[in-house]
T-cell receptor, first 112, second 114 residues
């Protein structure tokens, strides 16, 4: 059964304290893995797409990596404005299309 | 990045009325659009997937006759909540996928049914 698990559920960091968020997945055929950021009361904002194991992408203080079982979102020297919920989504290949499964998210709090 | 808009952003209606929510991809043609609802402090729950010119595919447990989806063009999809009740109050979010299948999300619509 397709499954996407994000950990930790919540993470509290001091400004400048680097850390990583985890997204573990089980799908029959990975088509792509996506990271999003969501602020309260708003729709998710696209961050990264990863397609194959070993792939890495960076954007400002964020870096996403992918293996065959999981993805990490590394946050380097976070700032308070990085506080948000980070969502991971996995696309599974299906006959005639794809299915997207979202994780429950990691709520990140960065304190100044 | 790609822009997806939703209208209205917030709506309050009386129980028994119908509400229509629009989702538009502003700078790209979206062959597939998705509708989600999100409860407080919970992740997205996919309601249905719609492809332009064809009937929407609903997720198990989602009532087709209650949540009507129309994908009239490559840039517009609408969700109509028919005979809304208080339990339909939620945050409804649409997304549109580009040719690389990246989903770009709208800002969401907060529906409150009194």
């Amino acid at each position: 059964e397709d499954q996407v698990t994000q950990s930790p559920e919540a993470l509290r960091l001091q400004e400048g304290e680097s850390s990583s968020l985890n997204c573990s997945y089980t799908v029959s055929g990975l088509r792509g893995l996506f990271w999003y950021r969501q602020d309260p009361g708003k729709g998710p904002e696209f961050l990264f797409t990863l397609y194959s194991a070993g792939e890495e992408k960076e954007k400002e203080r964020l870096k996403a990596t992918l293996t065959k079982k999981e993805s990490f979102l590394h946050i380097t020297a976070p700032k308070p404005e990085d506080s948000a919920t980070y969502l991971c989504a996995v696309q599974d290949r299906l006959a005639g299309g794809f299915k997207t499964i979202f994780g429950a998210g990691t709520r990140l709090f960065v304190k100044a | 990045g790609a822009v997806v808009s939703q209208h209205p952003s917030r709506v309050i209606c009386k129980s028994g009325t119908s509400v229509k929510i629009e989702c538009r991809s502003l700078d790209f043609q979206a062959t597939t659009m998705f509708w989600y609802r999100q409860f407080p402090k919970q992740s997205l729950m996919l309601m249905a997937t719609s492809n332009e010119g064809s009937k929407a595919t609903y997720e198990q447990g989602v009532e087709k006759d209650k949540f009507l989806i129309n994908h009239a063009s490559l840039t517009l999809s609408t969700l109509t909540v028919t005979s809304a009740h208080p339990e339909d109050s939620s945050f409804y979010i649409c997304s549109a996928s580009n040719p690389t299948d990246t989903q770009y999300f709208g800002p969401g619509t907060r529906l409150t049914v009194l």
